[in-house]
């Protein structure tokens, strides 16, 4: 079973991105689909070990950067976790520290 943590990102703050990153250690891969940061966010995210795919979501629509999203994953994910920025969790248990 491969475990892939991901989420949308726009914007955020390095140390958001280090905390999720921390929080996501125990995956097997991590992926942020990016509707807009700067470079160096996504450099940040990158050096971190985080697949980072850059897309246009113009006009914003989240339903649309969801989709996206889901279709980037990688096709042998199985669970998929969505972990949101805002929902960072302790880590540490494979699936049960996200929360």
Not at 49 to 55: A, F, M, N
Not at 66 to 91: H, K, M, S, V
Request: proline share 5%; net charge negative; glycine share 10%.
């Amino acid at each position: 079973m491969k475990v892939v943590v991901s989420s949308i990102m726009l914007d955020e703050p390095l140390e958001f991105i280090e905390r999720w990153a921390k929080s996501a250690l125990d995956a097997d891969e991590m992926v942020l689909v990016d509707t807009g940061s700067s470079p160096e966010q996504i450099g940040f995210a990158r050096h971190l070990g985080i697949t980072v795919h850059e897309i246009a979501v113009r006009p914003w629509r989240f339903d649309v950067a969801r989709n996206t999203a889901l279709a980037l994953l990688p096709a042998d994910a199985d669970p998929e976790l969505d972990a949101a920025f805002g929902e960072i969790g302790c880590g540490g248990d494979r699936l049960g520290g996200v929360g």
